[in-house]
């Protein structure tokens, strides 16, 4: 079977399911806090010595999520995984060990107003509603393993756009129970969201400034670096549509102004460039095989759980190669 017709399947298979039974499969892979057998994926396995990189993308990190749930099953850890946006909030989840839960979570609450909707813009003022999604959910109904996250032997990074430089901020967090608004910062999408006012800066979605943070991630030292973007191959992004917004919301901001305005430009030299990394080994991409038809903002349960399931696959799929690929001496 072809990769593409392996991508067709899972859709297929999925989208007979009812709603009910999508959730059923969702809430089977995620072994929450309260079961009893509950451990953080990591404990059993040692990081090895490479940077992951997650690039956003909103619901369309269902893809991501599927290949990081294959890592966890597998036992491959990175000593850093370094998060744009929606690659930042999956990256938490990772850091913390916690298998399953950025999907059930995108999942179960993707047709939840408060969640990630236009409603909770319009009543909130955020695209999230913040109060839920970065407050209620994590420490009530839907609880983040905060200690296990602070004493992982991941490291997370997580990017966002600063307004004032136009530049990306990379922050290495510590407790993410006391540096909450950088996680949020980092997904923060312009128009649709408040700007987030953290350690005297002023922050907005990491993937304005560097979609993919390869070049920061070389910095760092690791021996590898492997990169899970959410977009295919033949993807080529267009000029944004819609600056005369941006240009009136934060003309105070010329800089940044720039960064929106030129980011086409180097979202698909940087897409290019990864392409021949990865021919030359200097880096390890795992990506979708076909168009991403998953929106920004999907509310289609089943729709959600087969780019997931997509993302499982396509994981393991390439795990020999990967494998190999970690174990070779650097370039």
């Not at 893809?63 to 938490?92: H, K, R, Y």
């Not at 298998?99 to 179960?108: A, W």
């Not at 901020?169 to 996680?183: R, S, V």
């Not at 289609?300 to 780019?307: G, I, S």
Request: aromatic residues 10%.
């Amino acid at each position: 079977m072809s990769k593409n017709n392996m991508a067709r399947g899972i859709e297929d298979a999925v989208l007979s399911l009812t709603k009910e039974e999508v959730m059923e499969r969702c809430l089977a892979g995620y072994q929450t806090m309260e079961h009893p057998e509950y451990s953080p994926a990591w404990e059993k396995s040692k990081p090895q010595d490479f940077n992951l990189v997650l690039e956003g993308g909103g619901f369309r990190g269902q893809f991501t999520n599927g290949v990081l749930d294959f890592f966890m099953d597998e036992g491959i850890f990175p000593t850093t995984v370094i998060g744009v946006s929606a690659g930042a909030l999956t990256g938490a989840n990772f850091a913390a060990g916690m298998r399953g839960r950025t999907n059930c979570l995108n999942t179960k609450y993707c047709d939840y107003w408060r969640y990630f909707s236009m409603r909770a813009l319009l009543v909130k003022g955020d695209v999230f509603d913040v109060d839920f999604t970065f407050g209620k959910m994590l420490k009530e109904t839907d609880p983040y393993d905060f200690n296990a996250q602070f004493n992982s032997p991941i490291k997370l990074v997580t990017v966002a756009s600063n307004i004032e430089t136009g530049g990306a901020d990379y922050h290495k967090m510590g407790d993410i129970d006391k540096e909450m608004d950088y996680l949020r910062a980092s997904a923060a999408m312009p128009i649709v969201s408040r700007v987030v006012h953290v350690g005297g800066k002023k922050l907005l979605d990491g993937g304005i400034a560097d979609s993919v943070p390869i070049e920061y991630s070389k910095t760092l030292g690791a021996r590898k670096h492997v990169v899970v973007l959410t977009q295919d191959a033949t993807y080529i992004k267009g000029p944004n549509k819609t600056m005369p917004i941006p240009q009136v919301l934060y003309k105070k901001y010329p800089k940044f102004i720039t960064a929106m305005r030129d980011r086409h430009i180097g979202y698909n030299r940087t897409y290019k460039q990864l392409v021949h990394m990865h021919s030359d080994g200097e880096i390890f991409i795992i990506r979708p095989q076909k168009p991403v038809t998953v929106g920004t903002m999907e509310n289609d349960k089943r729709k959600l759980y087969a780019l997931y399931l997509s993302g499982y696959e396509e994981a393991k799929r390439n795990y020999a190669a990967l494998e190999a690929y970690l174990k070779e001496a650097p370039i």
